[in-house]
């Protein structure tokens, strides 16, 4: 497709359940990007791959929190044993080596209840 | 600690005026300097931008402007419209080769008719 998409849209999950979101960035470009936004807040960097390796983990905001990309390409983030505070909007961006910025897709909105 | 910082977590202005959102940083690596926009349930999507060896960039009704000494710059919407009403984030980076972009919290505008 023309932009990032992110799947699902929308996912509730029981405490202590594990989730994946899925990001399909824009073909060709090299760096992906996780971010999540929490209710009344700004945006969190999560972390960043360049190709398949993700040189900077420095967000991931415990060692529930995990992600992968294979082939360049899609990549998924995993929340095991969800906790409510992991309830918040994740976005997923990409990039051009050369950009000028990112392009965001719409989001997976986690509920963790 | 906040390396961008957008102090007014929301403004409101009439249409036709002049809509000003403010943002600080604390990080003096960063050279590159982005407005994204973002409407409720969608991907922030990219406005402005601003290299540090400029001062000024104009795009239509939006201009970004940037006092490096004091580690400031500003997004003014001129005239402001109805749509626009939405939260913009500010984001910086080091270098804009698909580098890691750092967030501020967002200001919500909202543009009365």
């Known amino acids: 497709g023309a932009g990032v998409s992110q799947s699902p849209s929308n996912k509730v999950t029981e405490k202590g359940k594990d989730v994946e979101l899925r990001c399909d960035p824009i073909s060709g470009h090299t760096a992906l990007y996780w971010y999540r936004q929490s209710l009344g807040q700004g945006l969190e960097f999560l972390i960043y791959f360049q190709g398949n390796s993700a040189p900077d983990k420095s967000g991931l905001p415990s060692d529930r929190f995990s992600a992968e990309r294979t082939g360049g390409s899609v990549s998924t983030l995993t929340i095991q044993r969800t906790q409510q505070e992991d309830s918040a909007v994740y976005l997923c961006a990409s990039s051009l080596v050369e950009g000028d910025g990112y392009t965001f897709g719409s989001g997976t909105r986690l509920t963790v209840v | 600690d906040q390396q961008v910082k957008q102090n007014s977590p929301s403004l409101s202005v009439q249409e036709g005026r002049i809509s000003i959102l403010n943002c600080d940083y604390t990080n003096s690596m960063f050279d590159y ?61 080091v270098g804009n080769a698909g580098n890691m972009l750092t967030f501020g919290g967002g200001t919500r505008l909202m543009v009365k008719p």
Do not use: M
Request: aromatic fraction near 14%.
């Open chain 2, 33 to 93: 300097f982005l407005w994204y926009k973002k409407y409720p349930a969608e991907g922030p999507t990219f406005l402005i931008s601003i290299s540090s060896i400029k001062d000024k960039n104009e795009d239509g009704r939006f201009t970004v402007f940037l006092n490096k000494s004091a580690k400031h710059l500003s997004l003014h919407i001129v005239p402001s419209q109805p749509g626009d009403s939405a939260v913009y984030f500010c984001a910086a980076s």
